[in-house]
C-alpha cells in the first residue's frame, strides 16, 4: 500500500491500475532478478514502467535503466512510460553509430534501445558501469546463447536484471539456463537437471493469466458469422475445387506435396476473400453491414493474413480505414495506429495478421474482424489481445468470418482441435501448431494419397 500511495501522490501515476497489477510492481521493485510472464493484454510494459519510477525515485541505487525491446516496441515503450509514469525521463536510441554512443553516455535515466541495436552496440559502445538495471521486453529473443543478441544482452552490465515474456521458456534446458543466467547477472548457470532449473525459474517468475484475473477484465464475446459466396466467387471456387488434385500435381516439386498443397490452399481462401479480379466480395459485403450496425463510434479492427485482401478492402469499403502491415516501415505502421487511437478517421483499421502479433496496443477497438483464419489459433489469440487490453471497460465483441460449404469449414474445424488440444495458446504458440502437417492438408482438401499419383496411360507407363 505504502508503494501505491506514493505512485498515485508523488509520481503522477494514474489511479487506474488493477489490483493484480500493484502486485506486479511490488514483484518487481522487491526483486532484483525477476522475470515478469503475465499473458498478453495484462500490462506488462506498464507494471515496469510503475516499478522503475518508484526505484529510480527512492533512494534504491538505481540511477540508470536499459530497456531492450523489439524494435516495433520502442515506440510503444516510450508512450506507456509518459502515461504511467510521467515523472521519467526516457528517450529513444536512435541514429548512427556515433550517435548513439552520445546517448549512452549522456546521463539519462531510462534509455530504450531495440534488440538490434544492442547487438551491434553491446559489446564496443556501452562503457562498463552504465546502466545499474536492463529490461529485457519479448525476453525470448535470447533464448539462443549463442546468438550475437543474447550474447550482447548477457554481457551488458548490470546489478539488477527483469525480464518480461508472455511465453517463458519452460521446455528446453538450454533456453532456461540462458534467461536464468541474465536475471542472475552473475555470469554462466551451473550445470542442473531441467526440473531444478524449473524450481530456480518460478522462485523469479510471477506469472498471471486472464482466466485468473477475470473479475477484473471485461469479456472478450466470440461471433462467427457464417456466409454464402458470390455468384462470381462460387464459379471461381468451384472451378479450383474440381481440379485440385490435377493442380497438385502440376506444381508439386521433385515429388514433395506440401507446398502444392499450401498453394492451392492459398488460392481456394483467397477466392473466399474476393474474386480474381479483386472486386467482388460476400465476406466485404458483410463488413459493410457490420459498420454501420456498430455505429459511427465504433472502431474496428480488421485482420486478415492476406496484405493484398487488405489493400482491396481498403479501396472499396467506402470508409475511411488504415492499413498497418510487417511490411510497413515503423513510422508509418506507428501513424496509422495513432491515427487510430485519436478516435477520428479512421474507423477501420486494416492490420496484417503477421503483422499483429506483437507490438501492436489498440485497445480503442470496439470490435475484431477476423476477415479469414490463420493456421494457428495463437496467432490469432495474439492478434485478438491487441484490443483485450487492461485499460478497457467494455467488451470486446470478435466476429470471425466463416463461408459455408468451403475449406474454411474445414479449417475452422482443425483449428478447435488445436485449441482443444493445446488449451494455453498462448503457451503453446512456440511449440504447437506453427502450420498444418500434410495430412491436415489433405484432410482440409478433401484428397487422398491416390490422388496425388498420377494416373497410368494404356501403356502402362
Not at 11 to 18: H, I, K
Not at 334 to 344: H, I, K, P
Not at 362 to 385: K, T, Y
Request: glycine share 6%; hydrophobic share 45%.
Amino acid at each position: 500500500m505504502a508503494l501505491r500511495r506514493m505512485a498515485e501522490d508523488e509520481l503522477g501515476v494514474p489511479s487506474r491500475l488493477r489490483d493484480y497489477q500493484w502486485e506486479g510492481v511490488a514483484f518487481l521493485y522487491r526483486t532484483p532478478g525477476a522475470l515478469l510472464a503475465d499473458e498478453m493484454g495484462l500490462g506488462k510494459t506498464v507494471q515496469a514502467a510503475v516499478a522503475l519510477a518508484l526505484l529510480l525515485r527512492r533512494d534504491s541505487g538505481i540511477r540508470r535503466v536499459l530497456i531492450v525491446a523489439p524494435a516495433s516496441l520502442t515506440t510503444n515503450w516510450l508512450r506507456e512510460i509518459n502515461v504511467w509514469a510521467p515523472s521519467l525521463t526516457a528517450r529513444r536510441v536512435q541514429g548512427r553509430a556515433s550517435d548513439r554512443e552520445a546517448y549512452y553516455l549522456l546521463p539519462i535515466p531510462v534509455l530504450i534501445a531495440s534488440y538490434e541495436q544492442i547487438r551491434q552496440d553491446g559489446l564496443d559502445r556501452i562503457p562498463s558501469g552504465t546502466f545499474d538495471l536492463v529490461v529485457l521486453d519479448e525476453a525470448q529473443r535470447i533464448k539462443n546463447r549463442n546468438s550475437a543478441t543474447a550474447l550482447a544482452c548477457l554481457l551488458l552490465p548490470r546489478t539488477r536484471a527483469w525480464a518480461l515474456s508472455a511465453t517463458p521458456l519452460e521446455n528446453d534446458e538450454a533456453e532456461l539456463r540462458t534467461l536464468l543466467e541474465f536475471l542472475k547477472s552473475e555470469g554462466p548457470v551451473r550445470r542442473v537437471h531441467g526440473g531444478e532449473l524449473s524450481r530456480d525459474l518460478d522462485r523469479l517468475m510471477l506469472r498471471r493469466r486472464k482466466t485468473a484475473v477475470r473479475a477484473e477484465l471485461p469479456p472478450v464475446l466470440i461471433q462467427d458469422l457464417p456466409m454464402d459466396l458470390s455468384a462470381e466467387q462460387r464459379a471461381e471456387y468451384d472451378e479450383l475445387w474440381t481440379t485440385r488434385s490435377g493442380l497438385v500435381r502440376q506444381h508439386r516439386e521433385d515429388g514433395e506435396d506440401t507446398a502444392a498443397l499450401l498453394g492451392l490452399l492459398t488460392r481456394l481462401k483467397l477466392r473466399c476473400n474476393f474474386d480474381s479480379s479483386m472486386s467482388v466480395s460476400s465476406k466485404l459485403d458483410a463488413l459493410r453491414v457490420l459498420c454501420d450496425a456498430a455505429g459511427p463510434s465504433a472502431r474496428l479492427l480488421v485482420f486478415s493474413q492476406f496484405v493484398k485482401t487488405l489493400e482491396a478492402i481498403s479501396v472499396r469499403l467506402d470508409l475511411a480505414t488504415g492499413l498497418v502491415t510487417g511490411s510497413m516501415p515503423l513510422a508509418e505502421r506507428e501513424a496509422a495506429m495513432d491515427r487510430f487511437r485519436r478516435g477520428r478517421a479512421p474507423r477501420v483499421l486494416l492490420v496484417s495478421l503477421r503483422a499483429g502479433g506483437v507490438g501492436l496496443n489498440l485497445g480503442e477497438a470496439s470490435h475484431v474482424v477476423l476477415f479469414d483464419r490463420w493456421w494457428n489459433p495463437a496467432v490469432e489469440m495474439q492478434a485478438i489481445f491487441r484490443a483485450h487490453r487492461f485499460e478497457r471497460e467494455e467488451p470486446l465483441h470478435v466476429i470471425r468470418f466463416l463461408v459455408q460449404d468451403s475449406i474454411e469449414e474445414r479449417i475452422a474445424s482443425i483449428l478447435e482441435q488445436k485449441a482443444r488440444l493445446f488449451e494455453d495458446v498462448v503457451e503453446s504458440s512456440g511449440m504447437a501448431g506453427k502450420a498444418f502437417t500434410k495430412q491436415e492438408l489433405m484432410s482440409i482438401l478433401g484428397l487422398s494419397a491416390g490422388d496425388l499419383t498420377p494416373a497410368l496411360d494404356e501403356s502402362g507407363e
